[in-house]
T-cell receptor, first 111, second 115 residues
Framework: GQQVMQIPQYQHVQEGEDFTTYCNSS?????IQWYKQRPGGHPVFLIQ?????EVKKQKRLTFQFGEAKKNSSLHITATQTTDVGTYFC???????????FGTGTRLKVLA | KAGVTQTPRYLIKTRGQQVTLSCSPI?????VSWYQQTPGQGLQFLFE???????NKGNFPGRFSGRQFSNSRSEMNVSTLELGDSALYLC??????????????FGPGTRLTVL
């Protein structure tokens, strides 16, 4: 079945450093979503990517969708303590309305 | 708009019992998805309901079942509880359409502990 892997599993950075998490799907995706879950909270939608090679930016966050629509990345520039949390990608295969979540990357930012 | 609500928020059960969890989606949303979240397995997809029909199903045993009512509220039932069912159960609400705005809005979750 469809699998979505994320690396790294954990990342500790100093405040001000950059951070990147990578998402890889075993199958071609129709679209991919990114979520952030703060400790003790629930996932909150960040963005959706649909087109091959698509790049979207939200302030310090940059999201990319691979050309083959099987991988994606989230890059945070100059991390802040408010960026702490677990970042999940969620991919949907064509012909289904089922989102498979990646394993998540837990980010800790040291002040 | 009110957000997604889930009840109860916390539940403690013993092995062999059954449990029913409830999810009320955002008004106007017709899709409700259920996920199981555990520290070791992350977010696992259980099933998705759209307009009272189960449209997608994950790889969970038949002990896990659900339904959706005409007002889009959904329930999830787990029978013959096992220790491994201890988890945070999240439901997510969306318009259910494969369009540009089908973001999922998650509820706060129900924390189930099986003793």
């Amino acid at each position: 079945g469809q699998q979505v892997m994320q690396i790294p599993q954990y990342q500790h950075v100093q405040e001000g450093e950059d951070f990147t998490t990578y998402c890889n799907s075993s199958t071609t995706l129709s679209n991919i979503q990114w979520y952030k879950q703060r400790p003790g909270g629930h996932p909150v939608f960040l963005i959706q990517l649909v087109k091959s090679g698509e790049v979207k930016k939200q302030k310090r966050l940059t999201f990319q969708f691979g050309e083959a629509k099987k991988n994606s990345s989230l890059h945070i520039t100059a991390t802040q303590t408010t960026d702490v949390g677990t970042y999940f990608c969620a991919g949907r295969a064509s012909g289904t309305y089922k989102y498979i979540f990646g394993t998540g990357t837990r980010l800790k930012v040291l002040a | 708009k009110a957000g997604v609500t889930q009840t109860p928020r916390y539940l403690i059960k013993t092995r062999g019992q059954q449990v029913t969890l409830s999810c009320s989606p955002i008004s106007g949303h017709r899709s409700v998805s259920w996920y199981q979240q555990t520290p070791g397995q992350g977010l696992q997809f259980l099933f998705e309901y759209f307009s009272e029909t189960q449209r997608n199903k994950g790889n969970f045993p038949g002990r896990f079942s659900g339904r959706q009512f005409s007002n889009s509220r959904s329930e999830m039932n787990v029978s013959t509880l096992e220790l491994g069912d201890s988890a945070l159960y999240l439901c997510a609400s969306s318009d259910g359409l494969a369009g540009p705005t089908n973001e999922q809005f998650f509820g706060p979750g129900t924390r189930l502990t099986v003793l």
